[in-house]
């Protein structure tokens, strides 16, 4: 069975930065595209960013473009997202997936962004910026 741990949320100021993991169990990283989720209060959960080690793709969507970065340790079969420059807009509890690559350039993709049915979710951790 498949399962995915997300550890290393908290509480940062704003323009502070943070890393969070995912860590995957039961079978190898490199066999799933890879990506994160969030969900601000009151709000729908959405994806902010993916990796497709076997399509060579990442995509960032517009709102942490250029302050998140995702990246993928096949060695530790653990999935990463640095945060930087946060900001209180990006208080949300983030949770990692896992795609199974069934189709290509579908899951992860820079015309779709973050797509799909995704097969399997961690529990989520909390990040909380304040302002």
């Known amino acids: 069975e498949v399962q995915l741990v997300e550890s290393g949320g908290g509480l940062v100021q704003a323009g502070g930065s943070l890393r969070i993991s995912c860590t995957v169990s039961?079978?190898?990283?490199?066999?799933?595209?890879m990506g994160w989720f969030r969900q601000p209060p009151g709000e729908k959960y959405r994806g902010i960013t993916c990796?497709?080690?076997?399509?060579?793709?990442?995509y960032y969507t517009d709102a942490v473009k250029g302050r998140f970065t995702i990246s993928s340790d096949s060695a530790k079969n653990t999935m990463y997202l640095q945060m930087n420059s946060l900001e209180p807009e990006d208080t949300a509890v983030y949770y990692c997936?896992?795609?199974?690559?069934?189709?290509?350039?579908?899951?992860?993709?820079?015309?779709?962004?973050?797509?799909?049915?995704?097969?399997?979710w961690g529990h989520g951790t909390q990040v909380t910026v304040s302002s």
């Open positions: 990796i497709s080690t076997s399509e060579s793709i990442t």
């Open positions: 039961g079978s190898n990283i490199d066999n799933y595209i």
């Open positions: 997936a896992a795609a199974k690559p069934l189709l290509k350039n579908f899951y992860c993709s820079t015309e779709r962004g973050v797509y799909g049915t995704w097969d399997y």
